[in-house]
């Protein structure tokens, strides 16, 4: 499926769509092939809490560690059997538009990964309508300073963002580290069918809990920093595969490769991968399989980087 281009004015096409089309474009769940919605997102949600169950009941794992004081503010952390301090650490940040999804039902990828030697880390973030989108991007940012501190001699952290996560993910490249005190051992991010720029959000049915301003849209949208000079790697910038279902909306499609371009032009490593045959749920639910192309790509990116 090929993305849609801006048009020779340079209007990104989502402005010419009716409300009803934009709204469709923007809800993944319109968009599965093999289950039907309701379906889709069930399997979803059940397996990602099973998933979590397993690993919880058969990995050694610190639980609902506080990385902050405030609501919500914790991550869990699951162990491969030869713990030691010195792992990779994969940092995985759930879906669901900033308002629904939960780490204690998001430890997908915790079994494959555990079982060859990475730690996994679920973190937490307080949701919409409770939690606004500038706090939950300074939530992550603190959970990624936390584990740097908690862990100083980690072999890489590996942060990766699902949806909502992956624009979450997406701000960490942009974020300020020295205000920290502590700058993470970020070794790759990986984007996984991500909203980079939030300006259409506003005019769908996601934007009523997140309150989103124009101003806001634009000050949390990676796309628009990543645009602007400043937003250059500082540095030696980590890889970021930037990754979309081949079942994902045009709309889905066109953010994730127009945040690829930009990544290029502003001098990051960036790849893009359309990995095939899975929708927006599928790509995630299936990281819970050691044979799935996506969890073989995260697994390449950390033993070459690392």
Same mark, same amino acid.
């Not at 989108?133 to 300073?145: P, T």
């Not at 936390?146 to 980690?154: A, G, H, S, V």
């Not at 634009?218 to 937003?231: V, Y």
């Given at each position: 499926?090929?993305? $849609?281009?801006?048009?020779?004015?340079? !209007?990104?096409?989502?402005? *010419?769509? &009716?409300?009803?089309?934009?709204? *469709?474009?923007? +809800?993944?769940?319109?968009?599965?092939?093999?289950?039907?919605?309701? !379906?889709?997102?069930?399997? @979803?949600?059940?397996?990602? &809490? !099973?998933? =979590?169950?397993?690993?919880?009941?058969?990995?050694?794992?610190?639980?609902?560690?506080?990385?902050?004081?405030?609501?919500?503010?914790?991550?869990?952390?699951?162990? $491969?059997?030869?713990?030691?301090?010195?792992?990779?650490?994969?940092?995985?940040?759930?879906?669901?538009?900033?308002?629904?999804?939960? *780490?204690?039902?998001?430890? @997908? $990828?915790?079994?494959?990964?555990?079982?060859?030697?990475?730690?996994?880390?679920?973190?937490?973030? =307080?949701?919409? $309508?409770?939690?606004?989108?500038?706090? %939950?991007?300074?939530?992550?940012?603190?959970?990624?300073?936390?584990?740097?501190?908690? #862990?100083?001699?980690?072999?890489?952290?590996?942060?990766?963002?699902?949806?909502?996560?992956?624009?979450?993910?997406?701000? %960490?490249?942009?974020?300020?580290?020295?205000?920290?005190?502590?700058?993470?051992?970020? *070794?790759?991010? #990986? /984007?996984?069918?991500?909203?980079?720029?939030?300006?259409?959000? /506003?005019? +769908?049915?996601?934007?009523?809990?997140?309150?989103?301003?124009?101003?806001?849209?634009?000050?949390?949208?990676?796309?628009?920093?990543?645009?602007?000079?400043?937003?250059?790697?500082?540095?030696?910038?980590?890889?970021?595969?930037?990754?979309?279902?081949?079942?994902?909306?045009?709309?889905?499609?066109?953010?994730?490769?127009? #945040?690829?371009?930009?990544?290029?032009?502003?001098?990051?490593?960036?790849? @893009? !991968?359309?990995?095939?045959?899975?929708?927006? #749920?599928?790509?995630?639910?299936?990281?819970?399989?050691?044979? @799935?192309?996506?969890?073989q790509i995260i697994l390449k990116t950390i033993f070459q980087e690392s």
């Open positions: 499926m090929d993305a $849609p281009r801006e048009d020779s004015k340079g !209007e990104a096409p989502w402005r *010419k769509m &009716s409300g009803e089309e934009l709204e *469709k474009q923007y +809800t993944p769940s319109r968009w599965t092939v093999h289950l039907g919605a309701e !379906e889709a997102l069930r399997t @979803y949600s059940q397996i990602g &809490s !099973e998933a =979590t169950r397993r690993a919880r009941a058969t990995r050694r794992s610190l639980l609902d560690v506080p990385y902050g004081a405030g609501e919500g503010e914790t991550l869990d952390i699951y162990f $491969p059997e030869a713990a030691s301090e010195a792992l990779p650490l994969f940092v995985f940040l759930h879906g669901g538009y900033w308002q629904s999804g939960s *780490k204690d039902e998001s430890a @997908y $990828p915790a079994g494959p990964l555990t079982v060859l030697g990475v730690a996994v880390v679920v973190v937490g973030y =307080t949701l919409a $309508p409770k939690g606004t989108l500038d706090q %939950m991007v300074d939530q992550v940012a603190r959970s990624l300073a936390f584990l740097q501190k908690r #862990f100083p001699d980690n072999e890489g952290i590996y942060l990766c963002g699902h949806s909502a996560g992956a624009q979450l993910a997406a701000m %960490m490249l942009l974020a300020n580290w020295t205000e920290r005190g502590v700058t993470p051992n970020l *070794k790759a991010c #990986f /984007l996984l069918s991500g909203v980079y720029d939030l300006e259409p959000i /506003l005019h +769908t049915s996601v934007n009523a809990p997140l309150h989103l301003t124009p101003e806001g849209a634009r000050r949390n949208s990676p796309q628009w920093h990543l645009e602007a000079a400043s937003a250059k790697p500082r540095g030696p910038a980590c890889p970021v595969l930037v990754i979309v279902g081949q079942h994902d909306s045009p709309e889905f499609h066109r953010q994730s490769r127009e #945040f690829y371009q930009t990544l290029c032009r502003a001098g990051w490593r960036a790849s @893009y !991968e359309d990995l095939q045959d899975v929708d927006h #749920f599928e790509m995630v639910w299936k990281l819970t399989q050691q044979d @799935y192309a996506l969890i």
